[in-house]
């Protein structure tokens, strides 16, 4: 990791993977980010001979360690789809073998999509939903050892979208945001209204 970036609303510095990709735009209090051409954070379950999509872990992030305890990370992310899988993404990290994906990404049916990737080992990848516009809300949540991920297309209701284990070691995961261009040249991502609290999050099933 590089130099650290302090984003307002966040009580812990982040630190990008890559130089250049990532900024705090003040007026508007986003980060921006443009995708590198030919990144991603995936690993084939069917091994990197299979013809489905390679395995790579070279994807810009911008990450932290957050507080102990629970929390609620969001923000609104919205993306400048122009390839296959581009995606703006929550993420949390442990290490390469050991991480967890919130994306919104450009389907191969060219639909901005709710995606979900939790790798121990390899990854395991799912498919939510189909958003209309070129934004969604994304937020990760932690409830003891547990992970949730919720998406909402107003900000306000949330639908569930997975819960999740990344093992025992919580003080070892890292949170933040990573982007991604796996078979394109680049795409611009905008996350705003970034928004964390210690807060543990009460019903995972009731939409709030």
Known sequence: MS????????????????EGVWRYDEPTGAVLATAPAHTDLYVNPAGD?????????NAAMLVGVPPEGDFQLSARVAVDFRSQYDAGVLVLWQDEL?????????????????????????????????????TVWLRVSR??????????????????VRVFTLGDAVADHRVGFEVQSPTGEGCPVTFDRIRFTGERLSDLRDGS
């Open 143 to 160: 409830l003891d050892r547990v992970y949730a991920y919720h998406a909402s297309t107003d900000g306000k209701t949330w639908q569930l």
């Open 49 to 57: 001979d299979s013809p489905d999509a390679e395995s790579l872990l």
């Open 98 to 134: 050991t991480w967890a994906k919130f994306c919104f990404e450009f389907s191969p049916a060219s639909e901005p999509m709710v995606v979900s990737v939790v790798t121990k080992g390899v990854s395991d990848d799912a498919n939510a939903f189909v958003v209309p516009e070129n």
């Open 3 to 18: 130099d650290t970036l302090d984003v307002p609303g966040l009580p812990f510095p982040t630190s990008p993977s890559h």
